[in-house]
Every structure is written in C-alpha cells, then in structure tokens.
C-alpha cells in the first residue's frame, strides 16, 4: 500500500475488506490477498507468454520494440506511480495491470478480429451447448478473464487462479451486455453487474484502465519512430508531443536523435500522470464522494483535464494513421489474420491437432476450445503451427 506517503484512502479498495475468492482459501501469513493476486498472476503460465506476443510489432521483428510483457509492466509502474499519490492500494493496481492483457490473441488487434470474426462466421450456440462459456464472438477482456478464472491449471483444488473479486473487476475492463447477463447468471452480483446497471468499478480500476492508455501512446511513439515508420518531424503536428519536444530543444539546444525523443516522451509522460493525478482529486471533491460504495454509484473519476483528453486524443487519431495503418503494419496485418482464421477452420476440422484437455478443464463447445487453444498462443508458435499444418509460411 502507500507505505512512504502513509495513507490508503478511505475510497481505496483495501485488501482487508476484499469481497474475497471464488473459492476460499486460508489467508498467506505474510501477504494480503491483492499482493498474492499480483504474485499469482506473475508465476502464470499466461503472463511469460506475454514476452512473445505483438503489441505493435512482431516479436521477431526486433529485440527492442514493446511487447505485451514490457507494455504490462509500464501499465503497472504508471498505475502505481500515479495511484501512490492518490492514496490508491498500489497492489491491487499492479496485479490488475500486470493482468490487463493476458487473453490477448498473437499478432494484437489483428489476432483478435481474424478470431472474432471466424466465431461470428459459425452459427450461434443454442442455450444449453454454451452453458459454461462466454456466448458470441471473441472479446479479449472477457478472454483475460476467462485466462484467470478457467484456463490457468495450477492449482489442485480449482481451476484458474482463483483471484480476489477487485482484482477480477479491474480485468474485466470491458464486456458486451450478452456476457455480462451470461456472467451474472453464473455469479450472481459479481464482476458482470455493472455493466448491467451501468455503475463504477472501482478507482484502482479506473486507473489500471487510464494507465493502459498512457503507456501505449507513448511507447507507440518511441517504437514507431525506432522502426522508422514515424519521423519525428511528423510528431510536429500533435500538440501534446510538439509542447514537449520544443520545450526539450529550447533547454537543450544541441540535443538531437534518441536522446530527443526519449526526453520529449519523458517529459509528455510526466505532464500527463500530473494531469491524470489533479484532475482526479478534483473529479472526487466535486462528486463529493467519501467511500468506496459511492465511488461505485459516480461516474468514472480517474481521467484527464478536458484539455489533456483533447490534446491526448488527437495523439490516438495521430497513431491510428500514421502508425498501426502504415502499408507495412497493414502487410503484417493481414498475414497475421490469414495465420489465425486458417488455424481456426483447421483445429475446428481436426480436433485431435490439439493437445489433449487437462482431466480438470469446464467442458466447452468445439468453437471455445479452439479459440482459447489459438487466443493463448504466441506470435511464433501461431507461425510455426500454421506452416506446420497449411505448409505454407506466411512469415520469415
Ligand atoms: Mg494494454
């Protein structure tokens, strides 16, 4: 918790009032629940495959860009850093963030539509065949849930990890109503309601879902212009990295390459957490809001300065044209969504290419197998796995 700044916030979630595990389990003697929730997450099996999944660009493509492992800790260490001064409980932000991608399909985005797309090309399931599995296509916060509640095999007793109610909430950032009734028909009250009465996670999850943003605007900036794909002449026209890239040439005339970019990115970050963190404190005076049960019933309150949201948005729309819609990233798209619907119909046609499920696992329908088989994979095993099986190798 905030140790060094000695507070926790009455509107914190504390780990001693935690509405607690799935299944109970007799407290660590030394930990609290959200730090053995962050623990768990890391000795998964799921979070050492994030080191070989895409956040922008292939794995292989070089040894420096961001993958999903390296894009989660900087989520954690900006959630934490910014969460430390509003009094939030540090653990429960670092075990949501260092979870937030876990169900990431290979290949990012476009894993994840290619997936989406096949469930969607399939009839739909009637009641009783999707009983125990999400219903509809492929949504990748429900598939980190999914990871975390069923797919991890590490314990005797129970499937999953088994982590605390806060921490699975703050994961399940987003989900569409048809899962969420499907959620709350299988755990009453639970991690699906609010997005059936529209109410609040709470601030820890606010902030673990802000920090995602911050962290992938500005790293995408650095690999993009790392991979040649960005100059950083263009960065010129989005306000929120040109206020800082002037202000870093007008104190260091001579500065110029990496160390320029890196200090207009540093600096862009700090405005941002110092943005994130004022806006919110006055967000929670305004609302007038004194406990965790009235966080719940307010509107979000972690986020920017109306200015900050603006200035950060047209740095989104900035890296959705001149970044993730490159000609290149487009090339690698599309091979990426050709390795993933191909192993789809595959696995769907030939089951036994699969390994055998674990004598433990939820029976699921044929459909739900694959895509967890597929969402689970890395960006190199999806390659080899394809050429094995189609012959063909769509990557070098
Ligand atoms: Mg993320």
């Keep these: 918790m905030s140790a060094e700044q000695g507070f926790l916030s009455p509107l914190a979630c504390s780990p001693a009032a935690s509405r607690g595990r799935r299944f109970a389990e007799v407290p660590a003697p030394t930990r609290n629940d959200f730090q053995r929730d962050r623990d768990r997450v890391i000795h998964s099996t799921a979070f050492r495959r994030l080191v070989y999944k ?5 794995n292989h493509e070089g040894d420096l860009f961001r993958t999903r492992l390296t894009h989660s800790l900087e989520v954690a260490q900006l959630g934490r850093s910014i969460g430390r001064s509003l009094g939030l409980c540090e653990e429960l932000i670092e075990a ?3 979870a937030h991608d876990l169900g990431h399909t290979p290949f990012g985005h476009a894993g994840q539509d290619a997936l989406n797309a096949c469930l969607h090309q399939l009839q739909p399931l009637s009641a009783p065949e999707c009983g125990d599995e999400p219903v509809g296509g492929f949504e990748h916060n429900m598939q ?14 129970f499937n999953g990890l088994n982590l605390c109610f806060e921490t699975r909430e703050g994961i399940l950032k987003h989900c569409s109503r048809a899962n969420a009734q499907w959620l709350e028909r299988r755990e009453p009250e639970g991690v ?13 999850a606010q902030l673990a879902n802000l920090a995602d943003e911050i962290a992938y605007n500005a790293h995408d900036i650095d690999d993009g212009v790392r991979s040649g794909l960005l100059q950083l002449e263009q960065l010129e026209a989005v306000t929120l990295f040109d206020m800082h890239l002037r202000s870093v040439r007008q104190a260091h005339p001579t500065i110029k390459g990496r160390r320029l970019l890196f200090e207009s990115i540093r600096r862009m970050l700090s405005a941002q957490v110092y943005d994130v963190i004022a806006s919110t404190r006055q967000a929670i005076q305004d609302a007038g809001v004194g406990s965790l049960d009235e966080v719940r019933q307010a509107p979000p309150l972690v986020g920017f300065s109306p200015e900050m949201r603006t200035a950060s948005a047209e740095l989104k729309r900035f890296l959705m044209l001149n970044l993730y819609r490159h000609p290149q990233v487009m090339e690698t798209t599309r091979r990426a969504r050709s390795v993933v619907s ?26 739900r197998r694959v895509t967890d088989y597929i969402a689970g994979m890395t960006d190199r095993f999806a390659i080899r796995e394809h050429a094995r099986l189609t012959g063909v190798r769509l990557f070098e």
């Design 342 to 367: 191909e192993l789809f119909g595959i696995y769907l046609a030939a089951p036994e290419e699969m390994p055998v499920p674990d004598g433990m696992a939820t029976p699921c329908s044929p459909r």
């Design 96 to 98: 949501i963030s260092l």
């Design 54 to 58: 895409t956040q922008v660009f292939l």
């Design 192 to 204: 699906g309601a609010r997005f059936m009465r529209g109410t609040s996670p709470s601030l820890e």
């Design 144 to 157: 980190s849930l999914r990871v975390v509640d069923e797919l991890e095999e590490r314990y005797p007793d």
